[in-house]
C-alpha cells in the first residue's frame, strides 16, 4: 500500500512538471508557482514581485519617500465611530481623495483597515447603507474597533503618462497604508486590508505586493484568467501579465499571511463561481503549505451572490488583527 501511494505521488509530480512545461513552452505564465520548500518559496516570491513592478510601472515609486501631505476635514460623528474626508498625495503630482473612520470607543493602538470597493462604487461606498452587497463592512469595522480608510480605484483611465491602470490603483493603496503606518494610533503590524469584486481583486493586488498587510480578505473574485477574457471589465489586464502568472500565483504571494476568500453559491456561472475559486485555491495552497502555514488559507463558500459575507469578514480579520 504505501509503494502504491509513492507511486501514486511520483505520477502526480510528473503530471505538474509537464503541466508547468507546456505553460512555459507557449510562453504563458512562466511563473507560476511549483512546490518546494520555504527557501525555495521565498525565492519565488522575491522574484516574482522583483517581476510585477516594472510591467505594473510602479518601480520607481517603490521605496521612494514622498510626503503624504495629509488634509482633512472635521470628523462628524456616526453611530459607534467618527469619519472624515481628506487628502494625501500618492505621487510627486498627485493627490487623492480618501475617507478615515475611527473607533468611538478602545484604547489605541488600534488595528486597521483598507477597505476597497468595486466597479461602479466610490470611496463612501464601504460606509453606505444603499449599496447592499457590501454591508458597510467599513462602518462595521470601525465600530468594532478598527481604523478603517478608503479610496477610489475605480477609474477606467490612467491619470500619469507612463503608469498603467493597475499599477495606478496598487499604488494609491498603497499610500494608504503609508498614511495608516504614520497615525499615532494605528497599529503599524496590525493593518489588513479587504474588499469586493475589483475591491477583492485591489486586496490581492496589495497583499500580494504590499507585506505590510497582515490579513486579507478577498471577496467575490477568487477565479482564473481564463474565465476573466470573457464578460469581464478588462482592465485587469495589462501588457506581460499573463505571460507570468495566473492570479493563483499572486494570492500566493501573500503567503504565509492570513487570507480569506469568499465566494458564493449564487454567482452567475459567467461570474465568481464556487466551483472556480476551488481550482484557484488548490493552487495557492502549495505556496502556504512550503511556508508551513496551510492553516492561514481558506475558502468562505456563502449561500449569497456577489457580496460580502460581513459576519465571516468581520470574525476572520477580528481573529487575525484584534488582540
Known amino acids: 500500500m504505501q509503494r502504491r501511494a509513492l507511486g501514486c505521488l511520483a505520477c502526480l509530480a510528473v503530471l505538474l512538471c509537464a503541466a508547468m512545461a507546456s505553460a512555459s513552452d507557449d510562453g504563458m505564465r512562466t511563473m507560476r508557482y511549483a512546490p518546494g520548500n520555504e527557501a525555495s518559496a521565498r525565492v519565488w516570491q522575491d522574484d516574482l514581485r522583483e517581476r510585477l513592478r516594472p510591467i505594473l510601472r510602479v518601480e520607481d515609486l517603490?521605496?521612494?519617500?514622498?510626503?503624504?501631505?495629509?488634509?482633512?476635514?472635521?470628523?462628524?460623528?456616526?453611530?459607534?465611530?467618527?469619519?472624515?474626508?481628506?487628502?494625501?498625495?500618492?505621487?510627486?503630482?498627485?493627490?487623492?481623495?480618501?475617507?478615515?473612520?475611527?473607533?468611538?470607543?478602545?484604547?489605541?493602538?488600534?488595528?486597521?483597515?483598507?477597505?476597497?470597493?468595486?466597479?461602479?462604487?466610490?470611496?463612501?461606498?464601504?460606509?453606505?447603507?444603499?449599496?447592499?452587497?457590501?454591508?458597510?463592512?467599513?462602518?462595521?469595522?470601525?465600530?468594532?474597533?478598527?481604523?478603517?480608510?478608503?479610496?477610489?480605484?475605480g477609474q477606467h483611465e490612467v491619470r500619469e503618462a507612463g503608469r498603467t491602470l493597475m499599477g495606478e490603483r496598487l499604488w494609491d493603496l498603497m499610500r494608504c497604508v503609508d498614511y495608516l503606518q504614520s497615525l499615532p494610533d494605528a497599529d503599524p503590524a496590525r493593518i489588513g486590508c479587504a474588499g469586493l469584486s475589483l475591491g477583492g481583486e485591489m486586496a490581492m493586488w496589495l497583499a500580494a505586493m504590499d507585506t505590510r498587510i497582515a490579513a486579507t480578505v478577498s471577496a467575490g473574485f477568487l477565479t482564473l484568467m481564463d474565465q476573466m477574457e470573457q464578460n469581464h471589465c478588462m482592465c485587469w489586464k495589462f501588457d506581460g501579465l499573463r505571460e507570468l502568472v495566473d492570479f493563483p500565483d499572486i494570492y500566493a504571494l501573500i503567503a504565509?499571511?492570513?487570507?480569506?476568500?469568499?465566494?458564493?453559491?449564487?454567482?452567475?456561472?459567467?461570474?465568481?463561481?464556487?466551483?472556480?475559486?476551488?481550482?484557484?485555491?488548490?493552487e495557492i495552497e502549495p505556496a502556504y503549505a512550503d511556508l508551513g502555514a496551510s492553516e492561514n488559507v481558506q475558502l468562505h463558500v456563502h449561500p449569497g451572490g456577489h457580496e460580502i459575507d460581513l459576519d465571516a469578514l468581520v470574525t476572520f480579520l477580528e481573529a487575525r488583527l484584534l488582540r
Do not use: W
Open 62 to 153: 517603490a521605496g521612494s519617500e514622498i510626503p503624504l501631505e495629509a488634509e482633512f476635514g472635521e470628523p462628524r460623528q456616526e453611530s459607534g465611530y467618527f469619519i472624515q474626508e481628506g487628502r494625501i498625495r500618492a505621487t510627486e503630482g498627485r493627490m487623492i481623495s480618501v475617507v478615515l473612520a475611527r473607533p468611538e470607543k478602545g484604547r489605541p493602538p488600534f488595528p486597521s483597515v483598507v477597505c476597497i470597493h468595486g466597479h461602479g462604487s466610490h470611496r463612501m461606498t464601504p460606509f453606505d447603507p444603499a449599496a447592499k452587497q457590501y454591508k458597510q463592512f467599513g462602518a462595521v469595522l470601525a465600530r468594532r474597533g478598527f481604523i478603517v480608510i478608503s479610496t477610489d480605484v
Open 256 to 282: 504565509p499571511r492570513p487570507l480569506q476568500c469568499q465566494n458564493g453559491l449564487q454567482e452567475p456561472d459567467t461570474q465568481f463561481t464556487v466551483p472556480l475559486a476551488r481550482r484557484a485555491l488548490a
